[in-house]
């Protein structure tokens, strides 16, 4: 069977290298502890015709070959848009956490969700963390995104607080998988809602987690570019 194999560095440190390889990929939706937060893209999300979940919070499998360190990505129209999130990595004896972003197709994500998430690549950034070096200030560390070149516009916003704690979604996603977590599994926590009306597309999409006790961060940032003969 073929491998997904990512090369990852903790804190960027090119010599503390893990190979990870990816064995299941879930993107978890709609687990922000703010309920207010959580309707917002819900409803955000019923302006452009996706319609709401009959339950939250959510979650869809996705290939596991679909994870990318990559910043770079074709796709078929100008229909898709990128979201924040922090990832979770089931390492062998410790959790990995990386900036994310679940890039969907809109267009598609009103009719199949699930087929949806199937069209691009989730994107992470290479450096990561170790879960158990952030844990205590966690809902500190602060979420941004940008679209356009150069940070052009702010398009979210939030520290982790608004989220669910990861704690919480393991357990969630152990309990749905049958009360274990196998090493490879990796989880993507769910989004904020938009600072930018109508989830604009952008041909550039930059994910930050910024860690400001220790002065460091995360970045996950990736071009598009729409296929034409």
């Not at 952030?134 to 809902?139: G, L, M, N, T, Y």
């Not at 994910?207 to 006790?213: C, G, Q, R, Y």
């Not at 961060?217 to 598009?224: D, H, I, M, Q, W």
Request: net charge negative; aromatic share 8%.
């Amino acid at each position: 069977m073929r491998e997904n194999r990512l090369d990852l560095y903790v804190d960027g440190d090119k010599n503390e290298h893990v190979g990870f390889v990816v064995r299941k990929l879930i993107n978890a939706g709609y687990t922000g502890r703010d309920q207010e937060e959580v309707k917002k893209h819900v409803d955000e999300l019923k302006e452009i015709g996706v319609p709401a979940p009959e339950s939250v919070p959510t979650y869809y499998l996705k290939s596991s070959m679909l994870l990318t360190t990559d910043d770079f990505c074709e796709v078929v129209d100008e229909d898709s848009t990128g979201e924040a999130e922090y990832v979770l990595l089931i390492g062998k004896d410790r959790i990995y956490v990386a900036a994310g972003s679940d890039h969907t197709d809109r267009k598609l994500e009103m009719t199949n969700i699930p087929k949806a998430k199937q069209i691009s690549p989730n994107f992470i950034s290479s450096s990561v963390w170790l879960f158990e070096d952030v844990k205590e200030q966690w809902d500190e560390i602060e979420m941004r995104s940008w679209i356009g070149k150069g940070r052009d516009t702010l398009y979210q916003e939030s520290t982790l607080d608004a989220f669910m704690r990861p704690e919480e979604l393991l357990e969630r996603v152990k309990a749905l998988l049958g009360g274990s977590l196998e090493e490879g599994t990796v989880i993507f926590s769910g989004t904020v809602g938009a600072l930018v009306k109508g989830m604009p597309f952008s041909e550039c999409f930059e994910v930050e987690l910024l860690d400001s006790n220790k002065n460091r961060t995360l970045n996950c940032s990736y071009n598009l570019q729409v296929l034409k003969l």
